[in-house]
Structure formats: C-alpha cells, structure tokens
C-alpha cells in the first residue's frame, strides 16, 4: 500500500503517515526503525532530544530504501535556538542520521521566554537554502508565534505539529493554519496513552462496526481530517497495525461523534509556558 501525501505550501510532498520514535529507547531504535521500514512505513519523525538520531541513520543505511523514498524530519532543540547554535545543530543532526539533507526541519518549541524563535526561523530559511533541508516548519506554535514569523519573514512555515487527539482537537489552530496553507501535523495522536481514548463510546463503536482496533479508528480520524499522523509503538503488531488504516473509512457520522470528544484537553506541556 503506498501512503498517500499531503502537498505542502512549498509545493513537495510529505507521505500522509509515518513513524514517531518519541521515547523510543536509542539502543533499540534501530530495530524498532527496522521494524517500520518493513512494515511499509517511509516517513520518520525523530528529534535531536530524543538522543535516538543515530539508530534511525543506521536502519535507514541497512534498509537499502533509496533516499529519494523516505521521509525524515528532525527537530532544534530549545537550547540551540539562534543563528550559529542552530547551525551547528543541524550539522550535529545530519551526522547523526548519516544524512546530506532532511526532508523537513523544525523548530521543536517557540520557548516565547527566550525569544529566539523568530531569529532561528531566519536561520532555518538559510539553511533550506543551502539545501540541508528540503522544507522548513515549526512545532508547538501558537497562533500568535505563527502570525509573528510569517509577518516577520515572509515565509509561511510548510508545517506546524502540534499535539492533537480526539480530547484535544486544536480546531483554532488548524483553522488558522488551513487560512495560510501550513500542513498540520498531530503529535500525541493517540493522546499518548494517558486516559482512556480507546475506552470511549464514539472510538470504540466506531471500531468494533469496522473491525478494527479502536487505534486504528483513531488514526483514521486524524487522516480524514487531513491531518499528518505519525503514531509511535515499540511492538511490531502494533507497528504493523497502525499502518493498515487504508482498508476502511469512517462515516460522517463516525467522525462527527469522535469530534464530539473534544475536551481541550492538554496531555502535554503548554508551549506559551513550557521551559523544556
Ligand atoms: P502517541 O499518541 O503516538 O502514543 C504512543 C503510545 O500509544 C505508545 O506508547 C503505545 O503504548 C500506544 N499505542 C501505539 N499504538 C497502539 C495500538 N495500536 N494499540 C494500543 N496502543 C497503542 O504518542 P507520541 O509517541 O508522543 O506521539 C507520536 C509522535 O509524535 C512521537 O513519537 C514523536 O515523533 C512526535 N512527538 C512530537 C512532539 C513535539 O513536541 N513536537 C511531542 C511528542 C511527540
């Protein structure tokens, strides 16, 4: 099954669902990669924090997939925002993942207190202009971190990724980014596990009238929305399964009801806040 795309604002592409390596452990990410590039997925979402960046270098070399067919995105870390730091940071990033370029770069949190996001966006748009990186995004931006960089800039980002799940559906945000043609991306798609999504009638109806896992529906929510989906597990069933979500499709019905869970309700750090 070939994974459908998203054309993003700068006219490439991006595969609509990939592989998350969030907390996954940096000695068994190479196999866990593995596990996803045979399963069939070809878009990865690691971090520079996530310590994890050399262990999908190294299944993207044993996969033997051309580069040309994979996805990867990295991320700057708070602590190298700026214009050298950042730089370097992306340098220290391709070395690890034995890369020439990425596909997509973000900023991984705008860190409003250390007011350096709008001069690393400056350094992102040199460094896709070197070509280290094909597109450039940010990620856990706020409307008004967004109005300020496009205002700023010019350049409206290809991508924001913020957390998203059926309790916290962002529809501000993604209104907001559907005016500006930013593509969004949900992380904590499956709210991370932390209360009981797959419990709740709407995702687990609309699972069992499918006969797939109440994951799978949620995934399939997130794709119907538009939305870029890349849901993490260390288990090669569960790898496997997340990615077969092409084989049905949620009623409008079924979709209404899941949209109907949304609490605002924050998993994560709140970025206007977060001092990560
Ligand atoms: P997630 O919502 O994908 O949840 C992952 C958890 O869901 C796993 O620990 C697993 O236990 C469970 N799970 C996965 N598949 C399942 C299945 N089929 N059945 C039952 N349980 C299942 O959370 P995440 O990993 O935080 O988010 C996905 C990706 O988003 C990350 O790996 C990372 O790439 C990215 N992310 C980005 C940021 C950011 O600040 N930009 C923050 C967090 C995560």
Request: hydrophobic letters at 40%.
């Amino acid at each position: 099954m070939t994974t459908p795309r998203i054309t993003l604002n700068d006219g490439t592409t991006i595969p609509q669902l990939g592989f998350g390596v969030f907390r996954v452990d940096p000695e068994e990410t190479e196999r866990i990669v593995s596990d996803a590039l045979e399963v069939g997925y070809r878009h990865i979402d690691t971090a520079a924090i996530y310590g994890n960046e050399i262990g999908v270098g190294r299944a993207i070399a044993a996969s033997g997939i051309p580069r040309d067919e994979l996805y990867i995105t990295t991320k700057l870390w708070n602590s190298d925002q700026g214009t050298q730091s950042a730089i370097d940071a992306m340098d220290l990033s391709l070395e690890k993942l034995g890369l020439d370029h990425v596909d997509l770069y973000l900023i991984h949190w705008p860190r409003p207190d250390l007011d350096r996001y709008l001069e690393s966006w400056h350094t992102l748009e040199q460094l896709k202009a070197d070509g280290k990186t094909t597109s450039i995004g940010v990620s856990n931006f706020h409307i008004p971190h967004l109005e300020r960089v496009i205002g700023e800039s010019g350049t409206v980002p290809a991508v924001d990724q913020i957390e998203l799940h059926p309790a916290f559906a962002q529809r501000p945000i993604r209104e907001y980014a559907a005016s500006k043609g930013i593509a969004i991306e949900a992380w904590g798609p499956l709210g991370q596990g932390k209360y009981d999504l797959f419990g709740m009638p709407a995702v687990a109806d609309a699972a069992r009238a499918h006969g797939v896992s109440p994951a799978q529906a949620v995934i399939r929510w997130h794709l119907q929305h538009g939305i870029i989906v890349f849901p993490k597990s260390n288990s090669r069933e569960r790898i496997a399964q997340n990615f077969d979500v092409f084989g049905f499709e949620l009623t409008a019905a079924e979709m209404a009801a899941i949209d109907g869970l949304d609490q605002g309700m924050r998993v994560g750090s709140n970025p206007d806040e977060a001092t990560l």
